[in-house]
């Protein structure tokens, strides 16, 4: 029996091949309970739109987001505060979500041979149950989803 944990965790680096708008800021690839995942992330302002899909292998199109979410820029302490810890503090903080499971995820900038990118550590938190609509009637089986 083996005490190995499978931590969840990804790379995120710039799209500095980026042409159009509707192409990514940054790019990148993770693994979340074991299986692969290709990251799409979009600067809007002060958030991450981030997106997790399968990977692509030769297609030319992306496959259906499996996750979406949206991070928020952490506040960035002085350099006299970063002195004093001893712990990174992330850059990035948000959750991701699925129709299965939700991720708490925070994203931490690190420093490769080309350049700048992001290490991503995600946390599976409990999925939170989204209620019913008031207009649903649950002994009603009609079937609306046609």
Not at 65 to 90: C, H, I, M, N, W
């Amino acid at each position: 029996m083996s005490n190995e944990h499978v931590r969840d965790h990804g790379k995120l680096f710039e799209n500095k091949d980026k042409k159009k708008p509707s192409q990514p800021d940054m790019q990148g690839e993770c693994s979340l309970g074991g299986v692969s995942f290709e990251i799409r992330a979009f600067k809007r302002g002060e958030e991450l739109e981030v997106f997790l899909a399968p990977p692509r292998g030769d297609r030319n199109t992306y496959p259906p987001d499996v996750y979406k979410g949206r991070f928020e820029a952490v506040p960035q302490k002085t350099a006299k505060q970063k002195l004093k810890e001893t712990v990174q503090a992330p850059l990035w903080k948000g959750e991701l979500q699925s129709d299965d499971a939700a991720y708490n995820t925070l994203a931490f900038e690190k420093q490769g041979k080309s350049g700048p990118y992001l290490t991503l550590n995600f946390e599976k938190t409990e999925k939170v149950a989204r209620p019913t609509p008031e207009w649903v009637n649950p002994d009603d089986d009609t079937n609306y989803a046609d």
